[in-house]
């Protein structure tokens, strides 16, 4: 099903935050469009905060990239099968209003 999903939104057929909002179990990510969020509610994550399955994979990927199904394990130990949407990355940089309003 991922695979197909993938596809779709691959032809712009469906758009990757609509897929998450109507096909996604994770009810961390449903909410926003699929996307992990910090502590605070925003959606830019330090790698730090990254899941290591999440970050060895996206760090493979290019920004705009839809990673092919792959398999993890939930927090509360249930396999399950996710794709990845690598938006955007942001280069290190010192804190500042346009970048990080939500931290500051």
Known sequence: FLDSLRTLILRDSIKFEAAAKEHSDDMNTKG????????????????????????????????GNISKPITYRTDDGKEAVRILYFKTKLPPHQANLKDDWHRI
């Not at 699929?34 to 399955?53: C, R």
Request: hydrophobic share 40%.
């Open 32 to 63: 926003q469009g699929g996307f992990f969020t910090d502590a605070d509610g925003g959606t830019k994550i330090s790698i730090k905060e990254l899941d290591p399955v999440v970050y060895f994979n996206i760090d493979t990927m290019k920004v």
